[in-house]
């Protein structure tokens, strides 16, 4: 079945704990990305990713880390997590083509609550 | 300005009733757009791309106005599983930084069928 996943899907941590959310799919797709969605903001993008080793700043990078060592594979990383970064966050994945960019298929989800 | 600017309702309507919501892009060089549905708590999927000339999905139908710059979405003969939050999605791809700000998301209409 074609999809992607995040884990863990719910995390409840403190200010200053390092964390990191995984993302994976299994389409070989070469775009992927990280939104996260707030009350009233929509979804924003914080970084994405056009292929294996290349990365770029979205709209709200600030506070966040990325990398992408395999095509499947695209976690997100908090290094010093603070409570403005609470949110649900999404993974999403699409091929490279300017129309295919914006037929994304997205995880389920995580829901992040820094205290 | 918000860069996609959609009505968030609720628009409460009875099951059969057509619904219509609108979407305004403020970025003339705008080159494709697309309708998401998010249901509560879940992730964002694809409903359909617009095209210019128009089109159709059973009972969904979408249009572009590229000189008024707004895209919308017609819902007929609604069903109760049509509640659900709508998404107006556009993506600007400008000059040779055709990575950044691939999609841009709008913040949704909430959409609630009745019985």
């Known amino acids: 079945e074609a999809q992607v996943t995040q884990n863990p899907r719910y995390l409840i941590t403190v200010t200053g704990k390092k964390l990191t959310v995984t993302c994976s799919q299994n389409m070989n797709h070469e775009y992927m990305s990280w939104y996260r969605q707030d009350p009233g903001l929509g979804l924003r993008q914080i970084y994405y990713?056009?292929?294996?080793?290349?990365?770029d700043k979205g709209d709200v990078p600030e506070g966040y880390k990325v990398s992408r060592k395999e095509k499947r594979n695209f976690p997100l990383i908090l290094e010093s997590p603070s409570p403005n970064q609470t949110s649900l966050y999404f993974c999403?994945?699409?091929?490279?083509?300017?129309?295919?960019?914006?037929?994304?298929?997205f995880g389920p989800g995580t829901r992040l609550t820094v205290l | 300005r918000k860069e996609v600017e959609q009505d968030p309702g609720p628009f409460n309507v009875p099951e059969g009733a057509t619904v219509a919501f609108n979407c305004t892009y403020s970025?003339?060089?705008?080159?494709?757009f697309f309708w998401y549905r998010q249901d509560c708590r879940k992730e964002p999927k694809l409903l359909m791309s617009?095209?210019?000339s128009g089109n159709e999905d059973g009972r969904f139908t979408a249009q572009l106005n590229r000189a008024s710059q707004y895209i919308s979405l017609l819902i007929r003969d609604s069903k109760l599983s049509d509640s659900a939050t709508y998404l107006c999605v556009v993506n600007a791809v400008t000059g040779m930084d055709t990575g950044r700000r691939a999609l841009t998301f709008g913040s949704g209409t909430r959409l609630q069928v009745q019985p």
């Open positions: 990713s056009m292929n294996v080793e290349v990365t």
């Open positions: 617009v095209y210019s």
């Open positions: 999403a994945s699409s091929l490279m083509g300017g129309r295919a960019r914006g037929e994304q298929f």
């Open positions: 970025n003339s060089a705008s080159q494709s």
